[in-house]
């Protein structure tokens, strides 16, 4: 069975604080996604990687980084934590080509940042 | 922008057919459908996905009109758990770029009801 797997499911943090939400897929898929999830929003891509070292922006980077020193693993890194970035944080990952729309989800982070 | 359109809610009787619709009148030849679900605090989760012609998998089946402008996700015998938002999403075959973003709208409420 497929699995993307988070490092927390709820997570609160102070303003100001750097912030590691950890994403591990077993499935030797090539390309990772972190999005966030607000309400009346949708989801929206903050960036993915298709391969290891390689990253691409989303639609909203700003306040994030990304780290992939491994396949299996993608990091996204809230550098300094601000409320605005209170939000669920999902992780997914797909293979490329046809295949590439058909993405896995992990449970998801529900940031809170005071 | 999400280039899809759905109902907001949708009621349906446990053990009944739902049948989902989903109007996408600009979809260019090469975009496929895709449909994904999102159980209450949970990852979405992939349902299905087509070109053109009709597809059936163990959770559900998708039916695109003719003129691929339209399509309904159909789930023969919904249970309870089948509760969630549905999303219905078009996007470009192949990998690269800005074309492994996955774009949810608002999806569709189903409600299974006892």
């Known amino acids: 069975d497929v699995k993307v797997t988070q490092s927390s499911r709820y997570l609160v943090k102070r303003t100001g604080e750097k912030v590691f939400l950890e994403c591990v897929q077993d499935?030797?898929?090539?390309?990772m996604f972190w999005y966030r999830q607000d309400p009346g929003l949708g989801l929206r891509l903050i960036y993915f990687s298709y391969d290891v070292k390689m990253k691409e922006k989303g639609d909203i980077p700003e306040g994030y980084s990304v780290s992939r020193e491994k396949k299996e693993r993608f990091s996204l890194i809230l550098e300094s934590a601000s409320t605005n970035q209170t939000s669920m944080y999902l992780c997914?990952?797909?293979?490329?080509?046809?295949?590439?729309?058909?993405?896995?989800f992990g449970p998801g982070t529900r940031l809170t940042v005071l | 922008d999400a280039k899809t359109t759905q109902p907001t809610s949708m009621d349906c009787a446990e053990g009944r057919a739902a049948n989902l619709p989903c109007n996408h009148s600009?979809?260019?030849?090469?975009?496929?459908v895709y449909w994904y679900r999102q159980i209450h605090s949970q990852g979405p989760q992939y349902i299905i996905h087509g070109l053109k012609n009709n597809e059936t998998n163990e959770m559900a089946s998708l039916i695109i009109t003719e003129d691929r402008k339209s399509s309904t996700l159909i789930l023969p015998h919904a249970t309870l758990r089948d509760t969630a938002v549905y999303y219905c999403i078009v996007r470009v075959a192949g990998y690269g770029g800005s074309q492994g973003n996955l774009i949810f709208g608002k999806g569709t409420k189903l409600s299974v009801k006892p």
């Open positions: 997914a990952s797909s293979n490329p080509g046809l295949a590439l729309g058909t993405q896995y």
């Open positions: 600009t979809i260019s030849g090469n975009e496929y």
């Open positions: 499935m030797d898929h090539e390309n």
